[in-house]
């Protein structure tokens, strides 16, 4: 068997879930929970990690997933996490299936306006390194406010592995 993307992409989707469940468990002030930016607090950091790897799919299919629900929007309750979460699974799920692509070089303007080109599998890197960084930042966001901080080790590659097997 050669080795993949797959568990890596299975991973960040199951990280994901788990870092929506538990700032589910949170009072809904948590959402805007900041560490040093008072503009990228956790609801927006939240909606970030899964509007980026919605364009990530669709720079490397040329299609947005079809999403349940509303389009994503802002995050003001918590509530509003069940629908990021479902979302998020389907967008997750792209990824993991895009895998099965030839590794080609895509051209595409990005949002400066240049025109850039890049391996599929540098954008599928990419969206699972964005996914980590910012699970990171709620982590300490959450942390920095006094709720009950996101234990980033329980959300590691060893612990995905013990679980999922």
Do not use: C
Request: hydrophobic share 40%; no cysteine.
């Amino acid at each position: 068997m050669s080795i993949g993307m797959e568990r890596l992409l299975r991973h960040m989707a199951w990280a994901n879930q788990n870092t929506i469940e538990h700032i589910k468990s949170l009072p809904e002030e948590a959402l805007k929970s900041f560490a040093t930016n008072s503009e990228w607090f956790v609801a927006e950091i939240l909606h970030h990690i899964v509007d980026s790897a919605d364009a990530y799919v669709f720079r490397i299919t040329g299609e947005h997933p079809n999403l349940p629900g509303e389009s994503i929007t802002e995050i003001e309750k918590i509530a509003d996490l069940d629908s990021l979460a479902q979302q998020s699974a389907v967008i997750d799920a792209a990824l993991l299936d895009s895998v099965k692509l030839d590794d080609e070089q895509l051209e595409f303007t990005n949002y400066s306006g240049n025109l850039v080109r890049r391996w599929r599998s540098t954008i599928l890197s990419q969206a699972i390194h964005h996914a980590t960084e910012h699970r990171a930042q709620i982590s300490a966001a959450i942390e920095a406010r006094g709720f009950s901080p996101l234990n980033l080790d329980d959300l590691d590659l060893w612990s995905y592995e013990t679980e999922q097997g």
